[in-house]
């Protein structure tokens, strides 16, 4: 091959290598199929607060509206009125706004296209103001959705969206908790089943008892039954169905939940952003659930009714079914609701029928000391006191202090007897509670507080395996 010839090639490759090398690159920054053209609606689909779905020949209409920030609930509307608005689970609207964001118009293919008369109309509505309205038609072509927009542009998709807003489309994107206040929010809750009634409020972690009596609660006790009603789930909505038609006044079971939430509103009072305008307020969301006559015969699904709704479902019954709403259940086990480490002096005095002065004892750095009576309240001094008084005490606290009650009971048992009467105070000499300890007919210890100050009621429990002689010091 000649020198000419030779450079002639080399220039050729170099060239065909440069067209391959633009060919290759033109590929890959080609953008993926559906992102090209305009966007389908006029406005951002993060601002739609509201989503209208008109099925062909339905006398009423689907609505999905945005309550609050992450929180939508959907009704039926008709000449009639709405239903009362049940949550629905955000994530369902938000995969259909997120699918509506991507989707971009391709017009060529569709200029031609005819919309079905059965088509599927959808509107949108934005917090601006601003409204779309879709007709998406039920039958696909060539495997793509033809729609709508605005009455005027046409186009193809791939996205199913018929499929996705009718089967079932957004009465399937309702929760399926039949008390959507449950949650770790709660606050106040009671259930009543016929002649057994029971309420509780929270504080932090502390539970109380508010019904039948006031008295402090075992936190692991409520948290179960608790738990248990926040389990029970929607098996079926009854849509065609009222209150009135299938449900009667002899429920089995009443339940009431209450949560306390923050919520930012702003200066009109309305939910919204932060700003310096904003304020935060407690809001309260309230459940409240009927669950009444058996729904088959075969399992225990029963009928159910949301309280000042005209919702009917059916609903398991199954974690409830074998709840104990006995009272005394779910009252704290310990007799004392001091911390130990807070209890920084304890003052022991005899009942009146058993006779004896009052010992007091102080816990300092070495452990807990012996007070001279006649020294308390003056310069403090302390006897060392023995050995045995000193581990006497702390056993006596650890004792009040524990959840180790056989039994609790509203009225005193068989035989109750005071022996003696205890205080606990803190460490700069205040009282903390006062709890009265004695013995039943069989000689076992039972104790007497008044759980919650101000209460007219006290509570007696009593302990199968405690031995008075070794808890009351008298040396």
């Known amino acids: ?34 992102a090209t053209g305009s966007q389908l609606l006029s406005f951002p689909p993060a601002e739609v607060t509201e989503i209208r779905v008109h099925r062909p020949g339905a006398d009423r209409v689907e609505v999905v509206r945005r309550e609050t920030e992450g929180r939508w609930s959907f009704v039926y509307e008709s000449a009639e009125g709405a239903t009362s608005p049940w949550p629905v689970v955000a994530a369902r609207p938000r995969a259909l706004l997120g699918v509506l964001a991507r989707i971009r118009t391709e017009t060529d293919d569709a200029r031609r296209a005819v919309i079905s008369n059965h088509a599927l109309r959808v509107e949108l509505l934005s917090s601006g103001g601003a409204r779309a309205e879709l007709l998406i038609d039920p039958a696909p072509i060539a495997g793509k959705t033809l729609l709508q927009i605005d009455g005027d542009t046409r186009t193809f998709v791939d996205e199913p969206l018929y499929e996705a807003l009718t089967a079932p489309g957004p009465p399937g994107w309702r929760s399926l908790s039949a008390l959507p ?48 009603a926040s ?5 079926r909505f009854l849509d065609e169905k009222t209150a009135a038609e299938i449900f009667d006044d002899d429920s089995i079971t009443t339940i ?10 702003d200066s009109e009072g309305s939910p919204g952003d932060a700003d310096s305008r904003s304020e935060t307020r407690i809001q309260v969301r309230r459940s409240g659930l009927q669950i009444g006559a058996l729904a088959s015969l075969d399992t225990l ?23 104990n709403l006995d009272a005394t259940l779910f009252v704290a086990r310990s007799t004392a609701n001091s911390v130990p480490a807070d209890v920084g002096m304890i003052a022991i005095l005899p009942d009146e029928l058993v006779g004896g002065e009052e010992r007091r004892f102080r816990r300092e750095a070495e452990g807990w000391r012996a ?19 000193i581990a006497a005490v702390g056993e006596l606290l650890s004792f009040l202090t524990a959840p180790a009650a056989s039994a609790i009971a509203f009225t005193a048992p068989d035989g109750f ?16 509670e006062e709890i009265t300890i004695g013995q039943r007919a069989d000689g076992s210890v039972a104790t007497v507080v008044r759980d919650i100050p101000g209460a007219d009621q006290l509570v007696y429990r009593s302990y199968s395996d405690a031995d008075l002689s070794t808890l009351l010091v008298s040396h």
């Not at 007070?371 to 008084?389: C, I, N, Q, R």
């Open 181 to 228: 206040a449950a949650g770790p929010t709660v606050s106040r809750f009671s259930i009543a089943q016929r002649d057994r009634s029971l309420a509780f409020s929270r504080r932090g972690e502390q539970w109380t008892l508010t019904m039948p009596v006031r008295a402090r609660a075992e936190a692991a006790a409520v948290r179960a039954l608790l738990d248990a």
């Open 256 to 265: 009431i939940m209450e949560a306390d939430e923050r919520i930012v509103v």
């Open 371 to 389: 007070l001279d009576p006649a020294s308390v309240g003056k310069d403090g001094s302390a006897d060392a006191g023995a050995e045995g008084t």
């Open 301 to 323: 699904a029963r009928y159910a009714a949301p309280i000042d709704t005209d919702q009917v479902f059916i609903v398991s019954q199954t974690p409830l079914a074998q709840a």
């Open 231 to 235: 389990e029970l789930s929607v098996q």
């Open 1 to 34: 091959m000649s020198r000419r010839a030779l450079v002639i090639s080399l220039i050729l490759a170099f060239g065909l290598s440069v067209l391959a090398l633009f060919a290759m690159r033109g590929r890959s920054i080609q953008p993926a199929a559906g």
């Open 417 to 432: 007897t005071p022996i003696a009467s205890i205080t606990l105070f803190d460490f700069q000499g205040g009282p903390l």
